[in-house]
C-alpha cells in the first residue's frame, strides 16, 4: 500500500468548531486508489464509491438498464434473497444507497466500526454477486414503469426531456435514464447481468472515505471489497454533439401556468473559463433573490414566482441553462425581459459590486458543504470523478477569487449568446403561434 501524500485544510464540523483535516491518498497493494479523511472519534465510517459510465453506458434499445440494475442491487445478494438481505442489512445497523446518473453510479456505505468486517461483507455481496431474482425484477419493473409514467404528466419533467431530445438526438443524454415504459417492460434477467458487466469494473472507480478507519486498514479493505471486479467495463459513450438552435418549442400541456426551460451551450469543467462562468452565472441566476433573473423577473416584473440559471457540466456535453413558471398571459413579457438581462450581461458584464458580493458569498458558503461523514466522502469521490486534484479544496476560493471583471466581461460576452438561446415551453403560453 502506498501512501502518496497528504493535503492540511480546515473544515466546519457539527459542533461549528474549525478543524485540521488530512485528505489521505491510499493507493491499495492492488492498485486501488481511495481519498480518506480520518475521523477516529466517532466509531463510524462513509464511503462514496462511483463507477463513470452511468446510464450513458445503455446499448441501443436498452435504455434504462443501468437504472433498474442499480435498484435491484438491494434486493437481494449472495446467498441471501431482498428479505434477507435487508434483516442482514439492519442487524449490522449499516445503511446502503445506490443510485444512477447520466455519468456515473454511486455506491453509499455507512457502518459502524465494530461491524465493519460484516457490513463491508454485505456490501462486498451487493456490488459483485447481486442476485437479479425474477420476483425482485418484476417488482423494481413494475415500480419503475410507474416512475416513468409519472413523469410524463409532469411539465418539469416533459421540458426536460423535450430540451434533451432537441439538445442531443441519437446520444444517450437525449434520454431519461429511466427508460420508457416500452424499453422497462422488455428488459430481461440477461440485460441486468449485462448492465453490471458493464459498468463495475476497476478502471472507471472512484471513491471517498471519511471516519474511523486508518489508511493502513484501507487499502487491505479496499482489495477486499472490490479487487476481484473486472479489470474494465464497457466503452465509455462518445461525445455529445449538441444540435440545439436558438427559438420556441411549445409543449401542449392543460394548464393556467407554462413552465419554461431555456438555454444554450455551456463550459466545460476543465475549460479555463469555468471559474469565471461559474461566479458569472451566479450573478446572473445562481445566487438565489439577489440574483439578476430574480430581482429583474420577480421582484420588479413579478412576471414569476423563482427563476434560475446553472451551469449543467457533463462529462459529454455542457449546457448554460434557466428555467422558470408563470401565468400563461406572461410567458411572452418574461422571455423578452430575459432575453434582454442575458444580452446585458454579455455586453457589459457585471458591476464591481457585483463581482464582490459574488465572491464573498461563494467562498463563504463553500465550507459549509463539510458538514459530515457522508458528505465529506461524496465530495472527496467527485473530485476524483471530476478530475480535480487532490488540493481542489484549499485551492477552490483562491480561483474564485481570482475572478476579475474583465473575466467576466470576455467570457459572458463569447458564451452568453441571445440568439442561440432556445426556449421550450409546457403549456398553452398566450401570443404563441
Known amino acids: 500500500m502506498m501512501l502518496r501524500f497528504a493535503l492540511i485544510i480546515a473544515v466546519l464540523v457539527p459542533f461549528g468548531a474549525r478543524a485540521a483535516v488530512e485528505i489521505q491518498e491510499v493507493t491499495s497493494p492492488g492498485g486501488i486508489t481511495a481519498w480518506l479523511v480520518e475521523e477516529p472519534s466517532i466509531p463510524f465510517v462513509a464511503m462514496d464509491i462511483r463507477f463513470k459510465g452511468g446510464s450513458s453506458l445503455d446499448p441501443e434499445g436498452?435504455?434504462?438498464?443501468?437504472?433498474?440494475?442499480?435498484?435491484?442491487?438491494?434486493?437481494?445478494?449472495?446467498?441471501?434473497?431482498?428479505?434477507?438481505?435487508t434483516e442482514a442489512t439492519e442487524a449490522v445497523a449499516a445503511n446502503f444507497g445506490f443510485d444512477t446518473f447520466r455519468d456515473s453510479v454511486q455506491v453509499e456505505a455507512q457502518f459502524l466500526t465494530e461491524n465493519r468486517e460484516e457490513s463491508l461483507a454485505l456490501l462486498r455481496d451487493a456490488i459483485k454477486f447481486p442476485r437479479f431474482d425474477q420476483d425482485a425484477i418484476d417488482r423494481v419493473q413494475t415500480q419503475i414503469v410507474s416512475i416513468i409514467e409519472g413523469n410524463e404528466t409532469d411539465p418539469n419533467d416533459i421540458a426536460g426531456t423535450t430540451l434533451a431530445a432537441l439538445s442531443y438526438p441519437g446520444h444517450p443524454y437525449a434520454t431519461g435514464q429511466e427508460g420508457t415504459v416500452e424499453s422497462v417492460n422488455a428488459l430481461t434477467r440477461a440485460d441486468m447481468i449485462a448492465a453490471h458487466q458493464a459498468v463495475f469494473a476497476r478502471d472507471r472507480v472512484y471513491i471517498g472515505v471519511t471516519g474511523d478507519i486508518s489508511a493502513a486498514e484501507l487499502g487491505p479493505l479496499l482489495d477486499t471489497l472490490l479487487g476481484d471486479l473486472?479489470?474494465?467495463g464497457a466503452p465509455m459513450p462518445v461525445e455529445a454533439e449538441l444540435a440545439l438552435e436558438g427559438g420556441q418549442t411549445i409543449v401542449d400541456y392543460r394548464s393556467p401556468q407554462s413552465v419554461v426551460l431555456f438555454g444554450h451551450?455551456?463550459?466545460?469543467?476543465?475549460?479555463?473559463?469555468?471559474?469565471?462562468?461559474?461566479?458569472?452565472?451566479?450573478?446572473?441566476?445562481?445566487?438565489?433573490?439577489?440574483?439578476?433573473?430574480?430581482?429583474?423577473?420577480?421582484?420588479?416584473?413579478?412576471?414569476t414566482y423563482g427563476i434560475s440559471s446553472f451551469l449543467a457540466s457533463r462529462d459529454y456535453g455542457n449546457q448554460w441553462l434557466g428555467q422558470f413558471s408563470t401565468s400563461n398571459e406572461n410567458v411572452g413579457p418574461a422571455i423578452d425581459l430575459?432575453?434582454?438581462?442575458?444580452?446585458?450581461?454579455?455586453?457589459?458584464?457585471?458591476?464591481?459590486e457585483e463581482l464582490d458580493a459574488a465572491?464573498?458569498?461563494?467562498?463563504?458558503?463553500?465550507?459549509?458543504?463539510f458538514d459530515g461523514n457522508g458528505r465529506i466522502a461524496g465530495i472527496l469521490a467527485g473530485m476524483q470523478a471530476q478530475g480535480l486534484g487532490v488540493d481542489y479544496i484549499e485551492t477552490r476560493n483562491d480561483q474564485v477569487n481570482a475572478v476579475t471583471l474583465e473575466d467576466i466581461q470576455r467570457v459572458a460576452a463569447e458564451h452568453l449568446v441571445v440568439e442561440d438561446m432556445h426556449f421550450v415551453i409546457v403549456g398553452q403560453p398566450q401570443g404563441f403561434n
Open 359 to 369: 465572491q464573498t458569498y461563494l467562498t463563504g458558503a463553500y465550507p459549509l458543504r
Open 230 to 232: 473486472p479489470a474494465t
Open 62 to 85: 436498452k435504455r434504462g438498464a443501468t437504472y433498474m440494475m442499480m435498484g435491484l442491487l438491494e434486493e437481494g445478494a449472495g446467498d441471501r434473497d431482498a428479505r434477507a438481505f
Open 338 to 352: 430575459i432575453q434582454s438581462i442575458w444580452d446585458d450581461m454579455a455586453e457589459n458584464g457585471v458591476t464591481p
Open 265 to 303: 451551450a455551456g463550459v466545460d469543467r476543465d475549460d479555463p473559463d469555468f471559474f469565471p462562468a461559474f461566479v458569472a452565472n451566479h450573478i446572473l441566476g445562481g445566487g438565489g433573490f439577489e440574483s439578476r433573473l430574480m430581482v429583474n423577473v420577480r421582484e420588479r416584473r413579478g412576471l
